[in-house]
């Protein structure tokens, strides 16, 4: 075996990622040494002498120096300032997360975006301490989104702490309430708020449409299309038949949310020899969409549509995504397709993609199809036996599910009722119905058949992948879950179904949400890549998304390779030579606008219900905590899914002591307890829409929450009595 010394100067002069099978055959190891090679790499890592990249490669990571310049980027929960250094090469991977000291009393906080010169304290793999040396002042964020009051900009970021104080003569119109992007001013070495000028007004908060604009500007996505792409969606015109399959004759059918607008794919299915028949159709939108035309440009750029209680930011202009490419009843719209045979137990049998003008028989939503099928009924437009063949073959397709053993949790989505003013009238948990599932089911179906079909015809494939859940994240979900008396096995022999034995086990306990919440977080994220891992999640070993080119670039891609690969058409629209080179930057970046697009939707959610809770301030609710750390519990309401925190300061006066493992906190005076999964009441203390934040006060303890007669909590639909909470500066304090 190498030494240490000696795997380290390797992975060195390589100068790029390796992985362990480059290691084993530069030194010559066999199959029985791998795994002291994976101990070693192991303590390289630790010690911070490489540093992992990718799924299963390192690279030479010198550590920090001492003393170096980094750029604030946000905050940690504590609220204490995170950093990364301004000099990192992305080649050598994910840059370090450097956690910064609080600033001395008297110096205001690192603002994000802020630069300053820290010394450096190493403390694990990726991770450093740091302490502010020298404040620099010629830096600063390059925007700022925030609402304009009383002469100063508050930051919609609830990460950012410090407020921007706006000169007169840099108001540029805004009025307080105003919604708006500033940029830094020059500044000297003054204390106080920094000053900042206002550049655009955006809206007023607390109109309808503030929520989605505030998320839309915070995340950076793109939201107004070129004049050029839209020029070219304009001049788009329908397919004819020519080099086509026609599939007119066939009742296609759309099946979607009630609100929807763009209808990407249609299903059909009938009996087959010893089965099922399935077809799915999906728009073809490569028709339209030619690679490096000005429409492709800016879906590479948006890489996927994103979605908001109020509106939709489309990857593609509405003549394209609620025209030609979405499959309206009743009219001949362009489609590529694939039929699929399955046997009675749901096994593939075989499957056909081509291209085909198709006609959908009609638009139907969720609770029609649903409604239909508990009650006999036939929707308008549609054959009188089609519902009954659709959920035949979803029954089928379900049961090879099963036996696949997949991962299936039950996280509710939750859904913002708006009024015609765009007013929150509610949050509901999104109605998760059979429909839906059989919709899924079709789905997963087409893209594994994509997916398949591109390996056969040797085609680049920009493949859906999930990988296993990281040692570090198993670690942590393993001992939470010991905690209920649930086990896991081991990493190299952990299958889905392991997921799921857990899940059943916890159906219809108090614990069950959390429990359920707790096993996503530890998974990892899926992603975009040309190389196949996998999906864990949904236990295959090969999948693509195929079936919703409309709203994501993934697809789009996936189309263009089926259509070189198959000639489809003769090739119009087919992948070209130089996508496929660039597939690892476009996974990368399509990877990072999903996640970016799932960020700003979720943060859009939790303003819109701070909005909503808002108007309830000082309402009892039955929550269960939701997390416990050093500053306080999280807690969420039953009701409706609202998050917020029991500042630690709010508790009872007492010595509290947080437990090893972060799942329960304990008052040594009180004899008071709180844990992870606890039922509790509490009372909404601050509600603000323009961060998404809330703050609860804790029931339990808390002698004030002694009801008058006759008072009741929000379940019963009543309020407290309006006796002030104290204010935790009321509060001796003695924390642990």
Not at 299 to 314: L, M, Q, T
């Amino acid at each position: 075996m190498p030494t240490l010394e000696k795997l380290r100067e390797f992975i060195q002069a390589a100068g790029q990622r390796v992985g362990k099978t480059e290691i084993a055959a530069h030194f010559g190891l066999n199959t029985d040494q791998r795994a002291e090679l994976r101990g070693m790499l192991r303590e390289l890592t630790e010690s911070g002498h490489a540093t992992p990249i990718g799924r299963k490669g390192l690279i030479a990571h010198d550590r920090l120096p001492d003393m170096a310049v980094v750029e604030m980027t946000g905050t940690d929960p504590d609220g204490d300032p995170i950093a990364r250094p301004v000099q990192w090469d992305r080649a050598n991977g994910p840059a370090p997360v450097i956690y910064m000291a609080r600033e001395p009393a008297g110096q205001p906080a690192l603002a994000p975006g802020q630069r300053v010169l820290a010394r450096l304290k190493f403390i694990g793999i990726g991770r450093y301490e740091g302490r502010t040396f020298k404040r620099l002042h010629s830096t600063a964020p390059a925007r700022i989104l925030g609402v304009f009051e009383e002469g100063r900009i508050i930051p919609t970021d609830r990460r950012q702490k410090a407020d921007w104080r706006v000169p007169a003569n840099e108001v540029n119109g805004a009025r307080p309430g105003d919604i708006v992007l500033a940029e830094p001013l020059p500044t000297g070495h003054g204390l106080g708020a920094r000053p900042a000028r206002i550049i655009e007004r955006i809206g007023r908060m607390g109109e309808a449409r503030a929520v989605s604009l505030i998320c839309i500007h915070a995340h950076g996505i793109p939201d107004v299309f070129p004049a050029e792409a839209l020029e070219e969606a304009e001049d788009a015109k329908g397919v004819t038949k020519r080099n086509r399959e026609d599939l007119r004759a066939i009742p296609l059918v759309t099946i979607d949310g009630e609100d929807a607008r763009d209808f990407d794919d249609a299903v059909w299915a009938e009996p087959g020899e010893g089965g099922w028949r399935v077809l799915v159709a999906i728009a073809d939108v490569a028709h339209y969409v030619k690679p490096d035309s000005a429409l492709d440009r800016e879906a590479w750029a948006r890489g996927n549509s994103v979605y908001f209680p109020d509106r939709v930011v489309p990857m593609l202009p509405e003549a394209l995504s609620n025209g030609w490419c979405s499959l309206r009843p009743k009219e001949d719209r362009g489609c590529l397709f694939v039929e699929m045979n399955f046997d009675k137990a749901g096994t593939k049998v075989s499957h056909r993609f081509g291209r085909g003008i198709m006609k959908s028989a009609a638009r139907l939503t969720y609770e029609q199809v649903q409604a239909a099928r508990d009650e006999g009924t036939v929707p308008d437009g549609v054959p009188d036996d089609l519902i009954g063949h659709l959920y035949g073959a979803y029954e089928a397709l379900l049961a090879d599910r099963a036996r696949r053993g997949t991962l299936d949790l039950e996280v509710p989505e939750r859904r913002v009722l708006l009024d015609a003013r765009g007013q929150v009238q509610g949050v509901v948990p999104r109605a998760r119905l059979d429909s839906h599932k059989l919709i899924e089911e079709f789905m997963v179906a087409a893209n594994v058949c994509a997916a398949e079909e591109l390996e056969r015809l040797s085609q680049p494939c920009m493949y859906r992948v999930h990988d296993r859940p990281s040692d570090e994240k198993l670690e942590g979900l393993r001992q939470f879950l010991q905690s209920l008396d649930l086990n896991l096995p081991a990493r190299d022999r952990l299958h889905p179904r392991d997921f799921g034995g857990i899940l059943e086990r916890v159906k219809g306990r108090p614990e069950e949400r959390l429990v359920n919440e707790a096993v996503l977080r530890g998974q990892s994220q899926a992603a975009y890549d040309p190389d196949n891992i996998g999906h864990f999640g949904l236990a295959l070993a090969r999948y693509a998304h195929f079936t919703s080119p409309i709203r994501r670039y993934a697809d789009l891609l996936v189309h263009r390779a089926l259509i070189r690969g198959l000639n489809l058409s003769k090739g119009d629209g087919a992948l070209t030579d130089a996508e496929t080179a660039r597939f690892p930057d476009t996974a990368e970046h399509i990877t990072s606008t999903e996640r970016r697009a799932a960020a700003a939707e979720r943060e859009a959610v939790d303003r819109y219900l701070a909005a909503f809770m808002a108007t309830r301030v000082g309402e009892l609710f039955e929550a269960r905590i939701s997390g416990v750390t050093r500053f306080g519990l999280f807690v969420t309401v039953e009701e409706n899914g609202a998050s917020g925190i029991v500042p630690l300061a709010s508790l009872p006066d007492d010595r509290w002591t947080l437990d090893e493992a972060g799942r329960g906190m304990s008052g040594r005076n009180t004899g008071l307890t709180f844990s992870l999964g606890q039922a509790v009441e509490v009372r909404l203390a601050e509600a603000t829409p323009r961060t998404g934040g809330m703050v609860f006060a804790m029931m339990q303890g808390d002698p004030s929450a002694i009801r008058p007669r006759g008072a009741r909590s929000r379940a019963s639909g009543k309020r407290l009595s309006k006796a002030p909470a104290r204010r935790p500066s009321e509060r001796s304090s003695r924390r642990e």
